[in-house]
């Protein structure tokens, strides 16, 4: 962020949020004697320490204080600070409430906590702007592992009086470079929140906060390839660049669950774990908007009014990507505030499985109303039987997606395939097998449909010729796919007998009038290929 954004962020002018009433103190260092009631010697000390300290790191008056950072220059001066902030509070607190004390003194302490707080959002801003690597998913998610792992008390018991250097030595064995300046930024920026919140300054914090990790996440997010795009931009794309998007979309969508939203959520839950409010309104102003851009990209393209067939298949993947990571997305995203999220999530797979329905039922008009009347030269494949055995091959590869998709999808009653086209037993109630009913269904319309085509042949031969030939290349791609499991061993045994059944039909209609004219000679040897048929003359 430039000079300007940093000056606005924590040298702004003097505003209400900052003249505030003295809220009761959340940590304490000091003695239950001294919370009970504090001596004037005891106010004036601790006012004088804090005015010594806290004006040695006023960031308005000398150059060192605005050149250099309290947290990297030495930690131990950093706690103390921090501690003085926390006696003062007390104190305040104190005079506040005892109607016998000085005003004076208050004024005093107020204008000291000013000039404290401002120095702590100089250092929030600059632990977050110069860690922006050492905060990224990956390093806070492994750091917080490994340091719960290496020490005794989690992050969020943070020993106030605890060595920071004794801290980072009992973890430094076990983590890497990189985790230690994670752990310590996270620590430290954990340490100045607290203290922030207590004194009453959450705005200021998470003001700061927010800025700073909501421009990384979405600078992720535009990294990655996300953009809001509107359904008149989708429809005027070429489906070839259209299908470039959701491959990057489908890439982007692991990154962003596996790091970005996953990391943020845990660096946000540590940094404001003593204010539930505050982490949650955080999380949710920095992930929002990208989050609803990421996850509503399939809706807009299920929306889109150009469907080639094989688009299908794309919104197949999208629809597992999402259902796949739907549980992780619950979790991270479980805020009240986070609602519009889920809410896109459920819009777009409410979308992607009305639009993948609509697909296959125009991918079964289309076998039905194919009506090609040319005949394939030699009773060779013909183009129907490749195009849909392909489709229904990658469909298969689906079938545990497909079978959510459409598993309240009634079939037909009167266009049911009968029991026989499936493995036995089946229940076609079941929604597992509410797949295979659907496949077979399909399957048993390009059949029929061959059936017909069939008939266009004025040999009847060549007819026959023609059936054995496509009926084969359908068993051989169900043997090599997914529809091996969905069609069962029944079907293929069924159709294979079919296939022998269609040759030998061939064989006495081609060369019947050849077998009768030939001398009968029971000792002369018969050609071994004679014997299959199939190997001569199938495609």
């Known amino acids: 962020m430039p000079r300007k954004g940093m000056r606005s962020l924590c040298f702004s002018p003097e505003t209400p949020s900052f003249r505030r009433s003295v809220s009761p103190p959340l940590i304490t260092t000091l003695s239950s004697s001294h919370r009970r009631g504090f001596s004037e010697s005891t106010v004036e000390q601790t006012i004088d320490a804090a005015a010594i300290l806290f004006a040695k790191w006023n960031v308005e008056r000398p150059s060192h204080a605005r050149v250099n950072s309290l947290f990297y220059e030495s930690k131990t001066e950093a706690m103390n600070f921090i501690r003085s902030i926390n006696d003062l509070h007390k104190i305040m607190y104190f005079l506040a409430n005892n109607r016998g004390s000085s005003s004076e003194k208050l004024s005093q302490a107020q204008r000291l906590l000013q000039i404290a707080m401002k120095r702590l959002q100089k250092e929030f801003y600059q ?12 390093s806070v998610s492994s750091s917080t592992r490994s340091s719960r792992t290496s020490t005794q008390s989690s992050f969020s018991d943070y020993d106030y009086d605890a ?34 919140i207590a004194c009453g300054y959450a705005k200021e914090c998470v003001q700061i906060y927010t800025a700073i990790r909501k421009s990384i996440i979405d600078e992720g997010i535009y990294k990655l390839g996300i953009e809001k795009l509107r359904s008149s931009r989708i429809n005027k794309m070429e489906w070839d660049v259209l299908n470039l998007k959701i491959k990057d979309w489908l890439e982007a969508m692991k990154i962003s669950m596996r790091k970005l939203f996953t990391g943020e959520r845990i660096l946000c839950d540590f940094v404001f774990s003593s204010s539930d409010s505050m982490r949650e309104w955080c999380f949710s102003e920095i992930t929002k908007e990208a989050a609803v851009s990421l996850f509503g990209f399939p809706e807009v393209v299920a929306k889109a009014k150009k469907s080639p067939p094989e688009k299908i298949f794309s919104l197949l993947a999208m629809y597992t990507a999402i259902s796949d990571n739907r549980q992780e997305i619950e979790t991270i995203f479980s805020f009240e505030s986070s609602s519009a999220v889920r809410s896109q999530v459920l819009n777009s797979l409410t979308r992607l499985n009305e639009s993948v329905r609509s697909l296959l039922s125009d991918f079964e008009s289309t076998i039905k109303k194919d009506s090609s009347k040319s005949v394939v030269p030699g009773g060779g494949f013909h183009p129907l039987t490749i195009y849909s055995t392909k489709y229904l091959t990658s469909l298969a590869d689906y079938s545990s997606i497909l079978t959510g998709i459409i598993s309240d999808w009634p079939t037909p009653v009167k266009t049911s395939p009968p029991e026989s086209y499936f493995y036995s037993p089946v229940s076609v109630a079941s929604p597992a097998s509410a797949i295979s009913v659907r496949i077979s269904r399909l399957m048993l319309l390009l059949l029929c449909k061959l059936d017909s085509k069939a008939k266009r042949y004025k040999d009847d031969a060549v007819s026959y ?13 169900v043997h090599k796919s997914n529809l091996h499991y969905l069609l069962g061993e029944e079907w293929i045994v069924k159709h294979e007998a079919r296939v022998i059944r269609f040759a030998d039909k061939y064989e006495r209609l081609a060369f019947g009038a050849i077998f009768a004219s030939l001398p009968k000679n029971p000792t002369a040897p018969m050609c071994s290929d004679w014997k299959n048929p199939l190997k001569i003359f199938f495609i």
């Open 163 to 196: 060595s920071p250097d004794n801290e980072i030595r009992a973890v430094g064995d076990s983590i890497s470079e990189v985790e230690k300046v994670s752990f310590m930024a996270m620590s430290d920026l954990k340490l100045i929140a607290d203290c922030m």
């Open 465 to 477: 010729l023609f059936l054995a030939n496509n009926l084969q290349y359908v068993i051989s791609m």
């Open 127 to 138: 632990i977050l702007s110069m860690n922006r690597a050492h905060l990224d998913p990956e």
